[in-house]
């Protein structure tokens, strides 16, 4: 098999792992796309001229070639899509009518959609022949019963659902986990992935049957810059003070850790040290704690929690008193490693673990599969 190309575009920005044989074997990115942009791949850094993703993409693959690795030795391409809509649920290849179901998501995904769309066509030009496969962070939580996807909205607004996100890092969770604790999947599992974007799922069996975010990103737990669950009625007030364009940009991008405590970052907030930067914390904690136990009640118990994001990785002492949190579920942590990756106590009721994301991988192995199964049926 040849080697396998991972690309995930956003905003101003392009981020690439190539992997060979399920391995990763180098990454990098193109950042600041259409400013001062650099390039990063492997041992390579320079400032480029990148005006656009198509330009973005170019010089990505000519630095790829630069360091032995040129486009006809590459099998494949795989792209993180943020959102599938209802139809877009399970990993794909990239054709004509996959392409307009993407684009027909982007009022979903606005800030994201047009990025990923944008990276699939750049990459289509300057690489015609390459398979493009696709996979979509809403595709996991499709599982989700109606009536946790269903806003009680009148006849009309069945698009206005909630979908979820994250996805495709809960399922690369669900991959793992069961080599990082030497067991089967537990039945029911608390998952957390947290980090600048933050969210909570609940796994029954395997499967998504509910998550805190919803429509959009925005939902659910306190972010990074993002204000989490929010009253409707009070983003209409918003709207009527700022106008849509001034509550969109005070939501997604000025609330959160970043407007409570004047920073989006964890560890600045922890350094800080100020009542406000204590505050977000405690802000963040409630907020994760108090939607857990929706998440334990959709799976009716909890077997295992599992941490996984930047913050879920790496926060010793944030994680810790989440699972004092969780003592009245029956997690037990006295004694145990708290760096982990086992975070349970002997003897404790419910597991913790610490899985670490590995995105890109997930989406290499899902582009694997289609290729392998397309094969197979050859």
Request: charged content about 20%.
């Amino acid at each position: 098999m040849g080697d396998l190309l991972v690309v995930n575009a956003g905003s101003s920005s392009i981020k690439l792992v190539l992997f060979r044989d399920g391995a990763p074997m180098l990454s990098g990115a193109v950042t600041e796309i259409g400013g001062a942009a650099e390039l990063a791949l492997g041992p390579l850094r320079r400032s480029v001229q990148a005006a656009d993703h198509l330009g973005a993409i170019a010089l990505c693959l000519a630095a790829l070639e630069e360091l032995g690795h040129p486009v006809s030795g590459l099998q494949a391409a795989a792209h993180r899509v943020v959102h599938g809509g209802r139809r877009l649920v399970a990993p794909c290849r990239v054709t004509p009518g996959i392409e307009a179901e993407i684009a027909a998501c982007i009022p979903l995904a606005p800030l994201h959609n047009p990025h990923n769309l944008a990276a699939i066509r750049a990459l289509r030009a300057v690489a015609p022949d390459l398979p493009q496969f696709a996979s979509f962070d809403t595709a996991f939580h499709a599982s989700n019963p109606e009536e946790a996807l269903r806003y009680a909205l009148p006849p009309g607004h069945e698009e206005i659902r909630r979908y979820g996100f994250h996805g495709i890092s809960y399922a690369g969770l669900v991959e793992q986990l069961p080599a990082i604790s030497g067991a089967p999947l537990p039945e029911r599992i608390l998952a957390l992935h947290l980090g600048n974007g933050a969210s909570l799922c609940a796994i029954r069996g395997g499967q998504s049957v509910a998550t805190t975010m919803g429509y959009s990103p925005l939902d659910g737990l306190t972010m990074g810059t993002r204000s989490g669950s929010i009253d409707g009625n009070a983003v209409l007030r918003l709207a009527e003070l700022h106008g849509i364009d001034g509550a969109a940009r005070i939501l997604n991008r000025e609330s959160g850790l970043l407007g409570l405590g004047g920073a989006s970052d964890m560890r600045a907030l922890q350094a800080a040290a100020t009542e406000a930067a204590e505050f977000a914390i405690r802000h963040f904690r409630y907020w994760v704690l108090r939607h857990a136990g929706s998440m334990i009640a959709a799976m009716q118990g909890i077997d295992a929690v599992a941490f996984t994001g930047g913050i879920g990785e790496n926060d010793i002492q944030l994680r810790r008193q989440i699972l004092d949190g969780l003592h009245w579920a029956g997690v037990e942590v006295e004694g145990a490693d708290p760096a982990g990756p086992r975070l349970h106590a002997e003897g404790s009721r419910v597991a913790a673990w610490i899985v670490p994301a590995r995105e890109e991988a997930r989406i290499a192995a899902e582009a694997r599969q289609i290729l392998t199964e397309a094969t197979r049926t050859a």
